[in-house]
């Protein structure tokens, strides 16, 4: 690390006007490399925060008529936790780690608008502060985390949580879109030479999906959540029958984008999968095409399945058919991807290393998930399983099972990339194998305890039901789940300080992010690569495998050790990178500080000073915002490619 | 790097002509305006659903043609408002035109102009809340006509769409003043044409938006 960072110092111009303080540098930056960083290490605490409300909640269900939490803070509990994990962990995992990957993969040297990358860390940083900061404040949001009306007026809900909730998610629901915005224009229009669409790596396939995803489906949650912000503080009514609204109308739009949701859940995550299973079978993916396309196919698809989540409702047996159907044809691209996956590994030349571990548990966990999911795709099926432990087994399928084991695989798959070391695998096999156990303990016996009728979002159970010994099970299950991810820690700890250090291609890989250092300079490539195939660094390797379409390599990998020459990175302060600048934080934190006075300017908490404290946050927002892009503007300038050209 | 051959930096290239063969930002900008369409659908439509259902309830009470909360809402005004913002659509054009044959004084007279006309309907929409305020069409779920209090959504669908929409046009203003600034002090700055392209590109969609509100919403 140290000697990247040395070169970086002495190439890269934005860094050597940084002066000798260090957080600058990371507060200031505008590189992807750094931004994926602030997002995974953000994403991961938040993980850990999900998971002690989780262990919190385990504990009140371990037993039955357990006294431990109140039914409030129950509540407040589950609300938060699926927040925190779809919202604060899963997403910008995702958002992370394609941050730091894609462009490396696709030959480029930042994003396509790196400051508005910077905007988008920082909202989801002020968004996340801002849900949290709803404990200390007179209680978390307590209406689950799709959020039902009209539970979720004033009068069920008179906390300012839901507010908290609307506004925060706001906020990251901001930065997702810029996000999503930035992914799409660096993958359209910032490919290396060569590297046409048809030979991007999968996993910048399924990010540029997702994108499309994210900027088409987050538009009707804004619009719901602003509307149910007016409900609550101007009192509009959008979602009280009782005045004329209409709950269900919050459940069409909360679900329509709450559907393709979960695929900005997955796909990344399929993405990844589908990178590290043909490395470590040493053979190409099996069906490229077939996989790209069913993430394109899924992500059409995935719109118009919402209202599976509402057959309780009682829309008709038109509306039920059609949403079952089409929920079962979303199914088969899925199964699409499986088979290929698993044809990439048949015969195969397989190296079991943790990450492959983990991705092979990530496939057969998410089989296990998605058949749960097609018998809640049948309407009658779902009437007698929804809002039971049976929903809970089949999301946790998929999103811990799938997103999560895959995002470990990503982790031990990436990590020398982005550290310069490699973790430990042997701590990674057993962290593997108790996390594997763990968690098929805590999540497969709600499937039993749901078919049996255990209703989900209960604070607690009479004893004799049939659930007792399930519960204490799962809850035990949830404390050696907990474990292994302590001993993640661990293993990332020591691996930093000690662990072997990594060569720019310890995997044997095919992708451009490995033909560079571990961690890469600032500007990623000294010379913009020319690509000739879909696995390029294969092809350089072993010549006489070479081609789109033929096998992969069979003999054993050489671990070369690239370093860029003196000489070379001498050439590389030419290399004109964007300078730091601070105008997207404090940006973001304008609209932060914005949002926290929209919460209280409706509120009779004190009376009147609680109002102008609020206006008076709203007018410290509106100006951070006005100098920010003021700074912003100036900076664009300093940096624009139209004029460097003309220095 | 065994693996890359050596090709010349972005040397040569148009600056923020990609890989797709187009301006990064202006695709950037298509794609938002593609996510916005989407927002304003969700609006519009739950406008429309809430007006169907007080229509309905007016009518089964026989008191539809004289409640109507379409009533309140007077057609004159409003195509004024349209006309005002189509007008700026065209001043955007000249503007954008002007930039291209570099003709800063005539690019500066049309961009003044379209802020003009902007901000002209922003003050109109204010007029136009504050008149419906008084008459009886609140931010509430029922409105009161004639002294008569009708149970509806209509007056709170309609503020948050066209308050929301008033709002894009607000920012759009601000992004025009922030452009003739940006141009009037680095009047030779290559970047011009495309900052005022892009500006445009919204103005204009923001434009169509209101043609869709105008039409579905004030008309039909
Ligand atoms: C084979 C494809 C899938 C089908 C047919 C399917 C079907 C369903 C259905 C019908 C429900 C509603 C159950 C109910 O509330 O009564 C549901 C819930 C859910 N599914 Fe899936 N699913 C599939 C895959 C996935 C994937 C890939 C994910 C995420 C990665 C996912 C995440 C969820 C979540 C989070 C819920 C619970 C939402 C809630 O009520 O809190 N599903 N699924
Ligand atoms: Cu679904």
Redesign the interface.
Known sequence: MAIAEQKLTSVSPATASSGSFPWRTWLATVDHKKIGIIYIVSAFVFFLLGGIEAMLMRVQLGTPNNTFLSADVYNQLFTMHATTMIFLMVMPMNVGIGNYVVPLMI?ARDM??PRLNALSIWLFLGGGLLLYLSFLTGGAPNGGWFAYAPLTQVQYSPTAGMDYWILGLGLTGIAS?AG???F??TV??????G?SINRMPLFVWMNLVVSFII??A???F???S??LL?DRQ?????F?PA????AV?WQH?FWFFGHPEVYILILPVMGMISEILPVFSRKPIFGYSFVAFSGVGIGFLGFIVWAHHMFGVGMGPMANAFFAAASMVIAIPTGVKIFNWIATMWAGDVRLTTAMLYAIGFISMFIIGGISGITLASPPIDLQQTDTYYVVAHLHYVLFGGSILGLFAGAFYWFPKMTGRLLNERIGKIQFWLMMISFNITFFPMHIVGTEGMPRRIYTYEAGMGWDMWNLIETIGTFLLAFSVLIFIYNVLSSLRNGEVASNDPWDAAT?EW??PSPPPSYN???????NSRR??W???YPHAAGDDHHGPSSAPSQ?R?EYTDEETEGAKD?HMPSLTFSPMIFSGGLTVASLGFIYINKDILGLPTRVAALGFILIGIVMVSIA?RGW?LDS?KD????S??H | MSATSHAHDEAGQAPLVGSLGVDSRKLGLWAFIGSETLFFTALITTHLIFYARTKADLAAKGMLEHMDPKLYLGIDLTTILAAILLASSLTMVLALAATKSKEWPKFRFWLLATIVLGSAFVLGQVYEFTHLYHEGLKLAPQYVYEGETVKSLFGVTFFVMTGFHGLHVTLGVVWLIAVYFKVRRFAASPENPMDVELVGLYWHFVDLVWVAIFTLVYLI
């Open positions: 030959g396509a608008f879109i999503a915005l930035n799409i224009v359209l229009n910032m490919r290396a030479p590297m900027i088409f987050f538009p009707t804004t619009v719901g602003i509307q007016f101007f009192g509009a009514a959008f009280n005045q004329g609204g209409d109308l739009l451009l033909t560079m490539f000294l010379h913009i690569p020319v690509v390029p660094l092809d350089a390797k070369v690239y290399i892009i503007i300038r624009s490619p139209y004029l050209q003309h």
